[in-house]
């Protein structure tokens, strides 16, 4: 061994060999120390924790949820034990709704960290709404009107898990820093959304008939005659004429069971005098009457029930006091299946059905 170092101390080129060798290995160690520092710098300072901790114990406390968007602001109160939206003159609210809001924020956990600067916000779409930005605000507060939660929710990105939560921007309106969470957090924006749509719900078995008075044309009755007939009769079938396929009244007579509306506003603000109708006939002997108001190109249906069966008399009232003074604002193709024109079921004199009877 003394002669090998020997070797290498007498021959210059091999002594110089020797310590490129050395020098190379420390470089290589220095450099992978400094890439563990950089990892290391980079690595999250915190652990994944609940954005509002606390606040599942505060959820039974809740009295009022308001939504703030760039368009404004809708409140959702707890008046008498109902929850109600303010601006749509506390029509009842979409519990379910409502339900998942609060539980979103209670569940919504943080991630990590993500932009602090103010003028990089509206990337993440949480630019504040009261200037103009897309961010939607929720607040939660209590029957007194203190707030225990507040958050401006942004974009979301990728898919949802098995439990409905996907990642998604958030940050405290008093707060610059954004933060990367999961969560099921996706509260709406207009106050037309948060309205309960339940607003009839009767089953299909039920349905006896039902007597038009459309727009335009003569009036005309639909019906069947038990419930294990599956499709409804056109009474009083004009002479010479057919209908355009065997099943075309059915959607016109069972139309009051998808009974779907965009919005709500006090009935009194419009005319139904001379309003076309449905009158919906089931054969336990409830009669339930849509009447169809047009004002521009909105349409406004109000509801009423009746009968002269005891047996279903608190159904007629129950309905009657939930839809009592409102009009429903209707998709144009729910109006146009309430109250289609008797042409729209029948084939055409000498023709093949229309596009409007076979829609």
């Known amino acids: 061994m003394a002669d090998v170092t020997a070797g290498v101390h007498a021959d210059p080129k091999k002594r110089n060999l020797a310590i490129l060798g050395g020098a ?109 930005g897309d961010a939607v605000g929720v ?16 974009k ?22 954004s933060w990367l969470a999961r969560g099921n957090l996706a509260p709406k924006p207009n106050a037309a959304d948060w309205l309960d749509k339940n607003v009839i719900a009767i089953a299909r078995d039920r349905l006896k008939g039902a007597t038009i008075t459309p727009p335009t044309g003569p009036g005309y009755t639909l019906a069947r005659d038990s419930k294990d007939q599956q499709d409804f009769k056109l009474l009083d079938m004009p002479a010479g004429r057919s209908l355009s396929f065997e099943g075309s009244p059915d959607g016109v007579a069972s139309a009051v069971l998808g009974f779907t509306f965009d919005d709500v506003a006090k009935a009194d603000q419009f005319d139904f005098s001379r309003a076309p109708q449905s009158v919906t006939h089931t054969f336990d002997g409830l009669d339930m009457t849509v009447k169809i108001a047009t004002r521009g190109q909105e349409h406004w249906a109000t509801i009423s029930a009746a009968t002269t ?49 076979a829609k």
């Open 309 to 357: 069966n005891p047996m279903v008399q608190a159904e007629a009232d129950a309905i009657n006091a939930k839809v009592g003074g409102w009009a429903y604002k209707l998709p144009e193709m729910k109006m146009e299946q309430l109250v289609a024109t008797r042409e729209t079921l029948l084939k055409p004199p000498g023709g093949p059905a229309g596009n409007a009877a």
């Open 139 to 154: 607040k939660l507060s209590d029957a007194s009107g203190k707030t225990f939660a507040e958050v401006f929710v942004g």
């Open 156 to 177: 979301s990105q990728g898919a949802a898990d098995d439990l409905g939560r996907t990642q998604l921007y958030v940050r405290k309106p008093n707060e610059n820093t």
């Open 24 to 132: 190379t290995l420390l470089f290589v160690l220095l450099a992978a120390f400094a890439v563990w520092q950089q990892s290391a710098s980079l690595a999250p300072k915190f652990e994944q924790r609940p954005f509002f901790p606390g606040l599942t114990d505060q959820i039974n406390q809740l009295g009022e949820v308001a939504i703030t968007s760039k368009s404004g602001t809708t409140h959702i109160k707890l008046q008498q034990g109902k929850w109600v939206v303010v601006e749509r003159n506390n029509y009842p609210a979409d519990l379910g709704q409502l339900r998942t809001v609060a539980v979103g924020m209670a569940d919504l956990t943080t991630l990590e960290p993500k932009t602090g600067r103010a003028d990089w916000l509206n990337y993440l779409g949480l630019g504040d709404p009261a200037k103009g």
